[in-house]
């Protein structure tokens, strides 16, 4: 079955990205403040903390964050392996992927600097994006460590599931995170550094006339 068949497989499914009504995740969570009593606190705080969370996950900047890494690879990696240059700072990935350049001998016979570029960042790509992911992680489990307050979040939780109904809060929890967190930081980087791969992949080498896609599919059968 073709995916893509519809134009709404382009933006998305909008009942499965807009969650659960907000009055209906509050209803849940008034009807578990009600179940607490005089320690309704307890839900208040939990709930502050929650929110305060999931709105330090800002996934516009995660986007461009995605962008600007695979931007970067051409800048300080890729770049000097084109043009047969050492990087300033040593890049942990340089000797791979001049290994990659080496095995592809096809990538240097285009005239297009370019061209070669967006061959080579196309062919390392699952090593370069596997890295850049790393480095984001690290950055983000840094600030959100330094930010947030994980262990008094999960203090609050396990007292208020010894007064109140713990499946109620595993459905609060779950409808929050529906709601409010439709896309994950992590998913919105991915997403960031696919946009820059897909307009790599559709730009057209002024020499031969082709995009990089059609160029990428010439190289990889040459293989089999």
């Known amino acids: 079955m073709n995916i893509f068949r519809e134009i709404d497989a382009f933006y998305g499914d ?28 307890l839900l208040d705080n939990y709930l502050d903390l929650v929110l305060q969370g999931l709105n330090m996950v800002v996934t516009g900047e995660a986007v461009e964050e995605g962008t ?17 240059t050492e990087p300033e700072e040593p890049h942990p990935l340089f000797d791979h992927v001049r290994e990659v350049y080496q095995r592809y001998p096809k990538i240097r016979s285009f ?12 062919l390392a790509e699952e090593e370069l994006l596997e890295h850049a992911l790393s480095r984001f992680l690290a950055k983000q489990e ?5 930010s947030g307050d994980i262990v008094s979040l999960n203090e609050f939780y396990d007292k208020i ?3 109140a109904n713990q499946s109620f809060m595993e459905e609060l929890n779950q409808r929050l995170q529906r709601r409010l967190q439709v896309t994950s930081m992590l998913s919105a980087f991915i997403q960031g550094y696919a946009n820059d791969l897909l307009f790599q992949l559709t730009w057209r080498d002024p020499e031969t006339s082709r995009q990089i896609f059609q160029l ?9």
Request: with cysteine; aromatic share 10%; proline share 3%.
């Open 14 to 41: 909008e009942q499965k990205g807009r969650g659960d009504p907000l009055h209906s995740i509050f209803r849940l969570a008034g009807q578990i403040r009600r179940e607490l009593g005089p320690k309704g606190y």
């Open 216 to 224: 990428l599919l010439d190289i990889l059968s040459e293989e089999t």
């Open 68 to 84: 600007e890494a695979a931007y970067q690879f051409q800048l300080k990696l890729l770049s000097h392996i084109v043009d047969g």
């Open 142 to 146: 840094r600030f959100l460590i330094g």
């Open 111 to 122: 005239q297009e600097r370019r061209t070669r570029l967006y061959l080579l960042m196309a």
């Open 161 to 163: 599931v010894c007064f």
